[in-house]
Structures are given as structure tokens and as C-alpha cells.
């Protein structure tokens, strides 16, 4: 079945540690997204790739990392400048970029990153 | 230029009918109507496009009002399974970037 893959389900992390969530999807689609999700607020987004070895900065990218080698690959590091890293964290892909009528866009599980 | 949602929540006994609205203060290519049930993913519901018809599907459907910058989701005879979070996201021609909603908590009662 094709689908959007997230790991870990939940991640604990201390303070001023790198981590990197994973986000791999076998859909064949070109555009990618990382959300971050906080109570009571809309997705916010982080960075979002629209073709391989290509990724851009989203809303909110400060003291995050996105690479975008493989196109079913677009992992998130989340890096220790993020002040207020603790947040849950979705990852989507749409056969292209947002936008055009074709655009549903697909999401994982999501990722729950708590810093401790 | 985030869309704004209304209500912010709403709570309805099984059978009644519920509206979502999404205004946004800019003018809108497309909204995109997404379902979110506590710790799963958002699900798709549907995409509206500027110069587009209602969309929908029996009981759950949407409107696209260009002039007012407005899409309202229609909720027809409530089922317990559509209780969650819905989520507007709107795209403006500008820039092509989907930007969401805060979301509309919508509870569902026997």
C-alpha cells in the first residue's frame, strides 16, 4: 500500500541535542512538507520541497534542517537553536505543489518530540 | 493572512447539521478542507477552486464564495465519526503557499 511513513511515533530529547525525524513516502510524489502542530493552533509550516535536491524555508524554519536527496526522503533535524522545540510534527507529500487542483495532500502518523 | 475559522467549536447531537466557515481578508485561488481526529493525521476532505462548483458528497459538502473570500463546509445529519478538528487551508494567487486555519473542534454526541 502506498502511504506517508513517520519515525518515531514519539521522541524524547534533552536539551541542546540534535534530532532528526524521519519522514519516507512511496506515493512518487514531487512535493514534500514539514508541519509543526501545537495546541489549539493551525499547521504551521516548517519547510517544504518541491523537487528533489531542492527544499525551501518555510514560516517558521528557524533552528530547523530539512535535506531533500532521495525523492521518497525528506527527513527534519531538529536542531538545538529551536528554543521551543516540544511540539508534534507532521509530514505530507502532494503529487505537486500546493495549490492546483491535484494537490491532496497525504500525511504520516506524525511525530510527538518532547524535550526534557 | 492566516483564514480565519468559525466557530472555534461546536458540539451537536447525532443527526444535526453543522457549518464550518473559513474567511480570509486576502483573495483566494483555492481552500482545502481537511478532518483531524486527536493524534492522527489530518484527512482530506475536499479541494475548492476559484470559478468552481460546490463540491460534496452526500452529507458533507462546501461552498466557495469568491466575492466574500469565504468557504463554509456543510455537515448534513451529523454521524458520530465526524467528530475531530477541521482544518481550512486557503491559497492565494500570489504565492501559491497553503496556509491553514486554527481549526473548528467539532463534537459529536449520542
Known amino acids: 500500500d502506498g502511504g506517508i511513513t513517520q519515525s518515531p511515533k514519539y521522541l524524547f530529547r534533552k536539551e541542546g541535542q540534535n534530532v532528526t525525524l524521519s519522514c519516507e513516502q512511496n506515493?512518487?510524489?514531487?512535493?514534500m512538507y514539514w508541519y509543526r502542530q501545537d495546541p489549539g493552533q493551525g499547521l504551521r509550516l516548517i519547510y517544504y520541497?518541491?523537487?528533489?535536491?531542492?527544499?525551501q524555508k518555510g514560516d517558521i524554519a528557524e533552528g530547523y534542517s530539512v535535506s531533500r536527496e532521495k525523492k521518497e526522503s525528506f527527513p527534519l533535524t531538529v536542531t538545538s537553536a529551536q528554543k521551543n522545540p516540544t511540539a508534534f510534527y507532521l509530514c505530507?507529500?502532494?503529487?505537486?505543489?500546493?495549490?492546483?487542483?491535484?494537490?491532496?495532500?497525504?500525511f504520516g502518523q506524525g511525530t510527538r518530540l518532547t524535550v526534557v | 493572512q492566516q483564514p480565519v475559522q468559525s466557530p472555534q467549536a461546536v458540539i451537536l447531537r447525532e443527526g444535526e447539521d453543522a457549518v464550518i466557515n473559513c474567511s480570509s481578508s486576502?483573495?483566494?485561488?483555492?481552500v482545502h478542507w481537511y478532518r483531524q481526529k486527536h493524534g492522527e493525521a489530518p484527512v482530506f476532505l475536499m479541494i475548492?477552486?476559484?470559478g468552481g462548483e460546490q463540491k460534496g458528497h452526500e452529507k458533507i459538502s462546501a461552498s466557495f464564495n469568491e466575492k466574500k473570500q469565504q468557504s463554509s463546509l456543510y455537515l448534513t445529519a451529523s454521524q458520530l465519526s465526524y467528530s475531530g478538528t477541521y482544518f481550512c487551508?486557503?491559497?492565494?494567487?500570489?504565492?501559491?503557499?497553503?496556509?491553514w486555519g486554527a481549526g473548528t473542534k467539532l463534537i459529536i454526541k449520542p
Open positions: 505530507a507529500s502532494s503529487i505537486d505543489f500546493q495549490g492546483n487542483e491535484n494537490t491532496e495532500a497525504f
Open positions: 506515493l512518487n510524489h514531487d512535493a
Open positions: 520541497s518541491q523537487i528533489v535536491n531542492d527544499f
Open positions: 486576502k483573495a483566494l485561488y483555492s
Open positions: 475548492l477552486l476559484k
Open positions: 487551508g486557503t491559497v492565494m494567487d500570489s504565492n501559491y503557499q497553503l496556509i
